[in-house]
């Protein structure tokens, strides 16, 4: 005789309420063996099973409905091979989905942290953040790249160039400068600052790119022209 159990002890065993029990028979998802004959519902080893097979497809973010056929087609693996393909395209998307949603939620949090308020209204000034953030980041990678290519450039040219001899050395140090020259008027173009103190984000000239201390992930050393605060201030994009 097969061993039988309450919804109350199929519901401890699955660790789910007795009402999930409750509504899964309703739904017709999972109908009890028998019933008592006080009309008390009685469920198997089997039914434990489907219930726990439910709870696993419930938390891979199947539907109700989707569980239900699953279940009436668990001996059709091509079908079963479907259904898991195109539920795992739906969770990309929904983790997709999430990233772009806390992407944009870093952005408010760094405007409040930065400017004290929020000021962004609406999602298409969040998405225009967004891109210009993006650009700020590819700025930053591209600046460094150009440096160490510099510094590579400059280490190895000048002893070739000493070695050459002539005028070798000095228009070698003249495109070096002009390098220079050029890897700052790009930084300056792509970064502005936000002062710590005043929140204000303003920008800064050519020679005062190229001269000011640079700190690395601290910013530049520079004095803010609201406050005239002076002090490491963090790189951001442009207006």
Not at 52 to 73: H, M
């Amino acid at each position: 005789m097969k061993e039988m159990f309450t919804t109350g002890e199929t519901a401890k065993k699955c660790d789910v309420s007795v009402r999930t029990i409750q509504y899964y028979d309703k739904e017709g998802l999972l109908k009890p063996s028998e019933l008592s004959e006080g009309g008390r519902r009685l469920y198997t080893e089997e039914d434990l099973t489907v219930l726990k097979c439910i709870c696993l497809y419930k938390a891979l973010g199947f539907s109700l409905t989707e569980i239900k056929t699953i279940i009436n087609e668990n001996s059709n693996k091509e079908f079963f091979q479907k259904v898991l393909t195109e539920q795992q395209k739906r969770l990309d998307e929904k983790i997709n989905d999430l990233k772009e949603s806390k992407e944009k939620l870093k952005v408010i949090f760094e405007q409040l942290k930065e400017t004290g308020d929020i000021q962004v209204k609406s999602i298409d000034e969040v998405n225009n953040i967004l891109i210009k953030k993006e650009k700020q980041k590819k700025t930053d990678v591209m600046t460094y790249i150009f440096l160490g290519c510099y510094v590579l450039i400059a280490l190895g040219g000048f002893p070739l160039a000493a070695s050459i001899g002539g005028i070798s050395p000095i228009i070698f140090a003249s495109v070096i400068f002009i390098l220079l020259l050029a890897l700052v008027y790009y930084h300056k173009e792509n970064s502005a600052y936000t002062c710590s103190s005043c929140h204000n984000k303003f920008t800064i000239g050519f020679l005062k790119d190229l001269f000011s201390l640079n700190g690395g992930h601290n910013g530049k050393y520079l004095k803010c022209p609201s406050c005239g605060k002076r002090g490491w201030l963090k790189e951001t994009f442009k207006d």
